[in-house]
Every structure is written in C-alpha cells, then in structure tokens.
C-alpha cells in the first residue's frame, strides 16, 4: 500500500481522541463568514464602506491582510475548508461538483466532535459532497452552540448571506428589507461608488457597486448580533473569533475568478484575554501572514488541541501545532457552473502567477447566474457594441494568454501582464516552477476531464487515484498540455500523435492543441476524423470541436448531437459549450439541444447558487449529479437563442 494511502487507513487510530486536556483548557470557536466580499471594510482602509461594528471588532482582534480563498466560488472553497485538502485533490473543484469522501477523511468538524465538543452549522453546507451525518451535531437554520449541554466546548459556524452577489439585483422591494437598518447617513452614493479599472464606468456598474456597500453594511449589523448574542450568553471570554469571506466580491470578473478580486478575502480573528497568548500579535494590529483556505481545518484543530490527521494539506496558523510561514498560496478555477476551464494560481506577498491551461477560451464565457446582474448585462452590452477600450475591454478578448503575471504592490487591479516582461523572467520561471510542484505534490486532478475523473474512480473516490500514476499520470498530462498550448504550426504531428496514446486523457490534450492549433492542425484530419469514434466522450467531443475549427462541421455535428443523449450530464454540457462556440453553425441541432434536458426530483438535485442537496446512495449518473443537471437545464434554456442569434 502506498505511504500516503497506510496513513489515511490508519488515521482513525491516530486521533480519535484529542491530547489530554479537560474542557476548561480548550476554547470555543465561532466562525461567522460573510459571503461574496473582498476587504472591503473600514478597518481594512476602505473609505467607501460603512462598516463600524466590524471596525470595532477588529480594533480587539488580529487583521490578516494576507487570507487568500482556493477559487473564487463558494462551493469548492467550503469543500476546502471543512476538510482542510484542496479540492483539487478531492475532485470537488468543479462549480458544483459531486465527489465522494474516502475513508479516513472526515469534515474536520468530526474530529472536534470526536473531542468532546459540540458542532454546530447555521446554515450552508454546499461541501460538493453528501454531508456525512455525523460531521454536525445540528445543520439548520436552527443550529445553535446554546443547544449544548452545559459546560461542553463548541465550534459553531454561523452564515451570513445577505451579502451574496444575488442580493445585489434583487428586487427594489427585497433590497429595502435587507437593508432596513441603514441609516439614510450609511447608504452609498452610486456617484461616488470606487468602480475599479477593469470595469466599464456605467450607471448600472455604480449602482452595483454602491448596493454590494450597502450590503455589506446589512451584513455589519447581523455579525454585531452574533457578537452580542455571545456576551448575553457569557461566552465571549472563552470563545475565540473568526470573521472572514467566502470568496471575493460577487461583481462580474471577481466572483468565479481568480485574480485578486475572487481570492482576497477578510479575515479578523478576536483572542479573548485568556487565549491572548495564542495571537500572533496583541489585539488591534495586522500580520501580514500568507493565509489559505487549507489552514483553516488545521488551525481550528489545533487550537483545540486536537491532533492533526495527516492527510492535511494546509497548515495551522496559530497553536501549539502552527508550522512555518508559507512562501506561497496557491488557488485553482475548473468548471464554474455550465463552462469549463483550468486555471491554477501561485501566489507570493508581491506577485500573483496565473497557469491558463484553456487559454483558447475567452475569460467572458457566457455564465447563465452571472449574465443576470446589471453589471454583466451593461458590460456585454458594450463588448458588443463595440465600445469597450483599456482594461475593461480584456475580459470579452476571445483568448487568454497561457501565462499571467501580477505585480500587486504595483498593480493592485492586476491589469498590467509582465509574463513576457523580459525583466520579469527570474520571478515568471520561479512561480511557474512552484505552480507545477504544487499541482505534482498535492495530486491534483485538475488535467483529467471532469468526466473522466468520475469514471477512472468509479466505485471509490477521486481522492484515490489522484496520486495513481496510472489513472492520474500528472507529468504526461502537464507534458501533453504544454505542448498543446505552444501554438505551433510544427507541433501538429506530435499531437496527432497523442490521439493514439492509450491515455484517453492524453489523446484529449491531444485534441485540445489541435483545437488550439484551428485551421494549422490540417495536416492532422485524418487523425482527427479517426477519434470522433474513440472510447472517451470527452475525445469524441474534443475531436469534434478541433475539426469544426477546420470548418468540418458536418463530420462533427453527428457526433456532439449524439454526446447531447450520453448518461451523464457532464458529457451533455461538454457537447453544448462546443456547440456554443460553433455558434451559428450549430443552428441545426437546436432540437437535439432542446431535448437534452434532463427532469430529477428535488432531492436529487442542488439549488443554483444556493444550498446544494445530495442525491446520495446508489443513485444514476443523472442523479448524483444533480447540481451539474440544473446548470444543463439552463444551458438548454438559453443556447437554442444564442445559436439562432448567431445564425
């Protein structure tokens, strides 16, 4: 058995029970999470936002200035820090996804409760994957450390959603109820709102930008009645305090994304006088200490002083059990929601390094849940138009470059891309040097189409065969898709080449780069046509797309319309981005689209951008991917127009 794989079976015997301890010796932790929103408080020298209850807060905790999300979206992050692994590595990092947990991993949750305290979630989950029962003592809107029996420590998390990026384009008539408790003094000017440089400067932008404030001050008065709540209860004294984000801003090119906006998150952490000793510096100051999503589930743990499991993947920031500083954060972005992508991030305290491993797809892919804000709806409007100029005009480029590189001590907007910078090389060669250790080291899954994923690991979970060179052979595939993006006319052959590998994943990179590669991966057509018979779908489909970029569309339609009937609803939504991008040369299966729709009952499906359900047990493809059905169902709602727009 390999190492890795002896310590995750032996991980139960290894810290059932926390180190000696009684309940008094260990503290309370509250976790109070906002939703959708980067540092954009007073304390953190925001002079837009009104945020006076959590400046008072802060003037009693410790500022991170440096807390980094994994992605930029709920859903793979909160996998991420209720397990402590990146979801990469889990198979969770899809935008919602279904994965599976292997034995011996838990919801650190678990562990605490397997310590003596009592757990409590109020109320998300939307872990991508089934919550195991016994990860909470209660999950509900009802949840509440007061349900505790008397003396019993507890770690309770408490959401706050009134800050989510769909409350920003809700109804006049809900707005006003979410933000009832402002005073006309705190409301924000839409005139004066801080648009940034990448985003068009448009009524529409300004108001967005002026009710996400307003928000985020509605937000400011409910964390200031949980905090109350626990000095009515007696237990502020004893309770240690978190306070931080979910994920970046909810504004289009932020949310989803991974560039500053999606990632920089707040973190505020309050030591009550008899756990001061465990604060890295006293209260009121700032570190400016890499954070990372993965160090939550280890920090809490150790904090608790329970023992860590060693399949971890971050690492504690505070406690007896805190390790080294990290050099680097690292963050990823897969599928979110109906479009695929790859993107992984490295990032240090002055520069941010991006891997586009799709960078034949624009940054602007039409996203259904995105397309409703205001924002979104103005700034395509002028893309289209024709009007966009300067940064606001890079996010509708109908390519990305393969690599990105930020200085953010200069360009905090990270506007300005240095990857070609020649003065740049030594820091360029460095981080891209870092972001494949760290893909190598932590078996990330992220090379393999979600689909394949699923099917290669069938029966057991992704974790598995993530560090399976067999089922995950990581150095091909970073190899294979090194190659693809090249863009060299003289690299047709090789991957020509790659579609006869005995890999599927490698033959599909080989079809990806001759899909890159459009009108110059000629000389490889009859490679091409040979693989729209592969055993893969994903093959089938990448072949297909490659040859419609060779203006093949006959040979590939056929093959797409069948993958719109294919069992899984992963395969379905591969088949209709192609076909997106066929645009009006798809206009002839837009009845084989609209009969790709799917129908499941409730509990097998997930809600859009809300609280996702699990279908659980053995259950069909369909079923267990419940949350990836209801992104299907959108697309067949809307794409049959945008086919015949584009006609």
């Known amino acids: 058995m390999h190492t890795h794989l002896l310590h ?12 000696a301890a009684t309940e008094a010796d260990r503290p309370n932790i509250l976790w109070l999470t906002a939703e959708d929103i980067c540092p954009n408080l007073g304390c953190y020298g925001d002079t837009y936002a009104v945020t006076p209850n959590l400046d008072r807060f802060a003037a009693q905790s410790v500022r991170y200035t440096q807390a980094f999300g994994i992605t930029g ?52 989950t939307d872990y991508n994957f089934e919550v195991p029962k016994d990860a909470w003592d209660e999950c509900g809107k009802q949840g509440h450390y007061r349900n505790r029996r008397p003396g019993q420590p507890f770690f309770a998390v408490f959401n706050h959603e009134v800050s989510h990026e769909g409350q920003i384009r809700v109804s006049a008539e809900m707005y006003r109820r979410n933000t009832a408790r402002l005073t006309n003094a705190q409301r924000h000017n ?47 004294g004893n309770t240690i305090v978190f306070f931080f984000g979910d994920n970046g801003t909810g504004l289009p090119g932020m ?51 329970v023992a860590l499991p060693p399949h971890l993947q971050g690492t504690a920031f505070l406690g007896d059990q805190a390790g080294r500083p990290r050099e680097y954060v690292h963050a990823i972005r ?47 409007q002028l893309a289209g138009e024709g009007k966009l100029t300067g940064p606001p005009a890079r996010y509708f480029s109908p390519t990305k470059p393969v690599e990105e590189l930020y200085d953010n001590e200069a360009d905090p907007d990270q506007i300005h891309n240095l990857a070609s910078d020649a003065g740049h090389r030594q820091t360029l060669e460095r981080m891209r040097a870092e972001c494949v250790r760290w893909m190598k080291a932590t078996g990330d899954l992220g090379l393999l189409p979600e689909h394949e994923m699923l099917e290669r690991s069938a029966g057991s979970s992704p974790w598995e065969i993530a560090i399976d060179p067999r089922k995950n052979p990581l150095d091909a595939l970073i190899d294979a898709a090194n190659l693809a993006h090249e863009t060299n006319p003289d690299n047709a052959g090789r991957l020509a080449a790659l579609l006869e590998n005995g890999d599927s994943a490698l033959r599909w990179w080989g079809a990806i780069g001759l899909t890159v590669l459009a009108k110059d991966a000629k000389s490889a057509e009859p490679k091409l046509r040979k693989a729209l018979a592969d055993d893969s779908p994903s093959v089938r489909i990448a072949a297909a ?31 209709m981005n192609v076909l997106d991008r066929f645009g009006g040369r798809a206009a002839p299966v837009i009845d084989a689209i609209k009969a790709a729709r799917v129908e499941l009952d409730d509990r097998a499906a997930g809600g859009i951008d809300g609280v996702a359900s699990s279908g659980g047990g053995r ?24 086919l015949e727009q584009a006609r």
């Open 619 to 642: 259950q069909s493809a369909m079923q267990l991917q419940g949350s990836v059905v209801e992104y299907l169902n959108r697309m067949v709602q809307y794409l049959p127009e945008r």
């Open 190 to 236: 839409p005139a004066k709102a801080p648009v940034p440089p990448f985003h068009p400067d448009t009524r529409e932008v300004r108001r967005d930008w002026a009710r996400y404030y307003d928000n985020i001050t509605a937000m400011d008065y409910q964390i200031a009645d949980k905090l109350r709540e626990l000095e009515e209860e007696g237990l502020a």
């Open 73 to 124: 979206v709920c859903a793979p992050n909160r996998s991420c820090l209720i397990t402590g692994i990146f979801p990469s590595r889990l198979g969770s990092q899809g935008m919602r996804s279904t994965t599976v947990l292997p034995s011996g991993v838990k919801c650190f949750s678990q562990y605490l409760r397997e310590a003596g305290y009592y757990c409590t979630n109020n109320a998300k």
């Open 255 to 305: 949310k989803k994304w991974v560039w500053e906006g999606g990632l920089h998150v707040p973190l505020l952490i309050r030591f009550p006088r008899k756990w001061q000793h465990l604060a890295p510096v006293a209260p009121g100051n700032t570190t400016d200490r890499l954070v990372s999503f993965a160090d939550f589930a280890p920090t809490v743990l150790g904090l608790c002083r």
């Open 545 to 575: 797309e490659a040859l419609g970029n060779l203006g093949d569309c006959t040979a590939a339609l056929p093959v797409l319309t069948k993958a719109l009937q294919h069992d899984s609803p992963l395969v379905r939504l591969y088949a």
């Open 8 to 19: 995750v079976a032996l991980a139960p015997l290894l810290f059932v029970s926390a180190l």
């Open 334 to 380: 897969d599928r979110m929601a109906e479009r695929f992508d790859c993107v992984r991030v490295v990032r240090d305290r002055r520069y941010q390094y991006h891997r586009n491993f799709m960078p034949h797809l624009s940054w602007s892919q039409f996203t259904s849940y995105t397309e409703e804000m205001p924002t979104m709806k103005a700034w395509r």
